[in-house]
């Protein structure tokens, strides 16, 4: 198999602050995940590709000071978005990949911010 | 410029078949299909890869065609279980695995 976990599922939080979410590959190693973010009725859009013991490279048009990236690890990657404003409530959603190009998704987070 | 897929939304009585389509504006080195159910994360379906391939999945199969970078799906005697949103992930040459998704197709199956 090939199981990816995202935590929190779900955050609310005020204007301001921070938010981290964790992105764990659990059956596999992963080199390469990858952060995606999702409007309502929206496509997927890729906001960065997130490498193993190296920095992220991030999508133009994403603020990279504003998403944090740290890939610490072959199977965690963590997003972190700084201070947080109402227009960054989105669906987050990672994905690890799997052997040369297979993408396998974790659950999402859903981030709602007052 | 993201791949247009069509039809943009479709209803389907159970048993009934539907072909999804994904059209790319660049030159294509493998793309992806997944499901996705509401408020949930994409479920991948298949790969297919450049050189023309076919792949088939229980009843749900498709195709890709490189040289006019589109691929379709074919979904046969659809379930209640096959209704989501599909989309397709086109990987292009030398983007390293980066995928880029379609605008997605609404299915819903009906008794």
């Known amino acids: 198999g090939a199981v990816v976990s995202q935590h929190p599922s779900r955050v609310i939080c005020k204007s301001g602050t921070s938010v981290k979410i964790e992105c764990r590959s659990l059956?596999?190693?992963?080199?390469?995940m990858f952060w995606y973010r999702q409007f309502p009725k929206q496509s997927l859009m890729l906001m960065a590709t997130?490498?193993?013991?190296?920095?992220?490279?991030?999508e133009q048009g994403v603020e990279k000071d504003k998403f944090l990236i740290n890939h610490a690890s072959l199977t965690l990657s963590t997003l972190t978005v700084t201070s947080a404003h109402p227009e960054d409530s989105s669906f987050y959603i990672c994905?690890?990949?799997?052997?040369?190009?297979?993408?396998?998704f974790g659950p999402g987070t859903r981030l709602t911010v007052l | 410029q993201q791949p247009v897929q069509s039809p943009q939304a479709v209803i389907l009585r159970e048993g009934e078949d539907a072909v999804i389509n994904c059209s790319s504006s660049?030159?294509?080195?493998?793309v992806h299909w997944y499901r996705q159910k509401h408020g949930e994360a994409p479920v991948f379906l298949m790969i297919?890869?450049?050189?023309?391939e076919q792949k088939g999945h229980d009843k749900i199969s498709a195709s890709f065609n490189e040289k006019k970078q589109q691929s379709s799906l074919y979904l046969t005697a659809s379930q209640l279980s096959y209704s989501g949103t599909y989309f397709c992930?086109?990987?292009?040459?030398?983007?390293?695995?980066?995928?880029?998704f379609g605008t997605g197709t609404r299915l819903q199956v009906t008794l």
């Open positions: 994905s690890a990949l799997k052997g040369v190009n297979e993408q396998f």
């Open positions: 059956d596999f190693q992963a080199t390469t």
């Open positions: 997130s490498n193993e013991g190296s920095k992220a490279t991030y």
């Open positions: 660049k030159a294509l080195y493998s």
């Open positions: 297919l890869l450049k050189g023309g």
């Open positions: 992930g086109t990987e292009e040459t030398g983007t390293a695995s980066k995928l880029t």
